[in-house]
Nanobody
Framework: QVQLEESGGGLVQPGGSLRLSCAAS????????MSWYRQAPGKQRELVAT???????NYADSVKGRFTISRDNAKNTVYLQMNSLKPEDTAVYYC???????????????WGQGMQVTVSS
């Protein structure tokens, strides 16, 4: 069993910044990758950014150049630095972890509970 604890959401004005954090705990052998997703009202959940254990990254076109994903492998924690925020960034943001529990096991996905990020004047 794995738990993801998220923090850092809130209300910010357009052009402002927020930093989201997500820490994984539980039975973990290796975190293969960690990602941030978001879901706006009336829309499907979409992938925002992904980072692998070797720190290769991938971003949605809508956030590239504004958001930065990073991780601390020793703390099993992923961060999302969000700059130049726009109203269209308003959504519930979810942390996801792709985890291998042991050398004998396959991979499993785990989700955080989600955090509200609201960008509004």
């Amino acid at each position: 069993q794995v738990q993801l604890e998220e923090s850092g959401g809130g209300l910010v004005q357009p052009g402002g910044s927020l930093r989201l954090s997500c820490a994984a705990s539980g039975s973990i052998f290796t975190i293969v990758a960690m990602s941030w997703y978001r879901q706006a009202p009336g829309k499907q959940r979409e992938l925002v950014a992904t980072i692998t254990r070797t720190s290769s990254t991938n971003y949605a076109d809508s956030v590239k150049g504004r958001f930065t994903i990073s991780r601390d492998n020793a703390k099993n924690t992923v961060y999302l630095q969000m700059n130049s925020l726009k109203p269209e960034d308003t959504a519930v943001y979810y942390c996801n972890a792709d985890i291998r529990h042991s050398i004998l096991s396959g991979r499993n996905d785990y989700w955080g509970q989600g955090m509200q990020v609201t960008v509004s004047s």
